[in-house]
C-alpha cells in the first residue's frame, strides 16, 4: 500500500513511533511502542497503530476529493471530524 506513514528515527533506542508526513511542514503523530521484531507487520500492536495511520489517510484524501478538507503545505482545514 503507498501511503504517508513514516517511522521516526532513532539513534539508540528501541522505541518506535509513527507519523503520517503530509509535507514537509505537517507531521501527524500517531502511536508507537518498543520494537520487539525487524518489521511493524510482525508485531500486532504496531501493525495497529500504523494501519490507524493508513485509515486516517484514506479519509483525509477522501475529505479532500469531496472538498471538506484542504490539505497545503502548512496547513490542515476543515470542519470535518473523523471516526477511525
Not at 511502542?33 to 501493525?47: A, R
Not at 497503530?49 to 493508513?54: I, M, P, S
Not at 472538498?67 to 470542519?79: L, P
Request: cysteine-free; aromatic content about 6%.
Amino acid at each position: 500500500m503507498k501511503d504517508s506513514v513514516v517511522a521516526l528515527p532513532t539513534l539508540r533506542s528501541k522505541l518506535r513511533l509513527y507519523g503520517l508526513r503530509l509535507s514537509d511542514r505537517i507531521l501527524i503523530l500517531g502511536n508507537g511502542g518498543q520494537k520487539k521484531t525487524h518489521t511493524y507487520n510482525e508485531d500486532d500492536t504496531l501493525k495497529g497503530y500504523v494501519l490507524t495511520l493508513q485509515r486516517f489517510e484514506e479519509l483525509l484524501k477522501e475529505g479532500v476529493a469531496e472538498g471538506s478538507v484542504i490539505i497545503t503545505e502548512n496547513e490542515i482545514e476543515t470542519d470535518k471530524t473523523f471516526e477511525i
